[in-house]
């Protein structure tokens, strides 16, 4: 049976571990691992994307897969193609997986007939279930565990998918999630920000979903910095044994001042090169492979 993943909250808390125990192993024991048989891969990217789409390719070409990296602009979709159609195009010309990002949320239901794996790479302002694990990742490296762990969750809330599945995550693992930043931007309880910053285990500052907003910003970005982002002197509140995460692209001195991005506590290039340790996991998972 094909394995998709496409919200993190249809993971059992086993299958989380099971996950992040591959992640792990790719990064020790099987750096080498490779499909018995060479896949092919189709990355369809409907909307920007760095991080996602390129540690999926390095993911690809690591496992040995042969890729092929979609683009929209000069596809039939310019002539009208709906998602079902391009997909299984796809499945019908012979690819074994594909990974896809989609400014509709939840678009994955439109496709739930198509027979070959389907990796969620983010829907609108749904999920991503990728990022969520390599940020789990990251928080298990420093704790070993995430009963009881605080994170703080800080920005442009009602437009991420990022604080949407880390806290559903956060809820299977026994951890704990608060959210802070501007109101309008709130589908939940807020929490002061200098608040979250002393009680934190684990803090992520979100960029703002400017492409997501009906109206514009009416802060400057000097001032969204100093009464939401992560300044050096709030840095000064955080426990010494705190993390900062961001799952990025990063706007620097908005979310966060530009010298605490690679900061001693900063664990942001970091999640990324962990996003391609558990994309590979995310992949053997799909084709249900042992090591
Ligand atoms: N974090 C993340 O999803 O980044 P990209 O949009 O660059 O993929």
């Known amino acids: 049976m094909k394995q998709d993943l496409l919200k993190i909250s249809d993971l059992s808390k086993e299958e989380i571990f099971g996950i992040l125990q591959d992640a792990i192993a790719f990064s020790s024991h099987q750096k080498d691992w490779q499909f018995p048989q060479r896949k092919l891969i189709a990355n369809l990217f409907f909307e920007p994307s760095t ?4 540690s999926f390719a390095s993911a690809e070409h690591q496992l040995n897969c042969r890729v092929e990296n979609f683009s929209a602009q000069g596809s039939s979709v310019e002539k009208g193609e709906s998602l079902y159609d391009t997909v299984k195009t796809f499945e019908s ?5 594909v990974v896809i990002r989609h400014r509709q949320d939840e678009y994955f239901k439109e496709l739930a007939d198509i027979q ?3 990796i969620n790479a983010g829907d609108g302002k749904g999920n991503h ?3 969520c694990l390599l940020d789990l990742l990251t928080i298990y490296q420093e704790f070993q565990t995430f009963e009881g762990i605080k994170l703080a969750v800080i920005g442009d ?4 998918r990022v604080a ?3 806290q ?8 704990k999630t608060r959210f802070g930043g501007p109101k309008e931007w709130m ?13 934190a285990d684990a803090i992520m500052m979100l960029r703002i979903q400017h492409e997501r907003h009906e109206s514009t910003m009416n802060l400057s970005k000097e001032d969204y910095l100093i009464q939401y982002g992560l300044t050096k002197k709030r840095k000064e509140k955080m426990n010494k044994h705190a993390i900062i995460l961001h799952p990025a692209p990063i706007n620097r001195n908005v979310e966060i001042d530009t010298d605490l991005v690679e900061c001693d506590q900063s664990r942001i290039f970091k999640q990324m090169r962990n996003g391609v340790l558990v994309r590979k996991a995310v992949l053997k998972r799909a084709f249900q492979y042992e090591f």
Not at 157 to 160: L, W
Not at 168 to 175: D, F, P, Q, R, T
Request: glycine share 6%.
């Open 164 to 166: 949407h599945s880390i």
């Open 168 to 175: 559903e995550a956060m809820n299977i693992l026994g951890g």
């Open 157 to 160: 809330i009602k437009h991420s």
């Open 51 to 54: 991080r996602t789409h390129y």
């Open 129 to 131: 279930p990728t990022q």
């Open 93 to 97: 010309i012979g690819f074994d997986a």
């Open 187 to 199: 589908d939940t309880n807020a929490y002061e920000i200098d608040d979250l910053i002393s009680w």
């Open 116 to 118: 070959i794996p389907i």
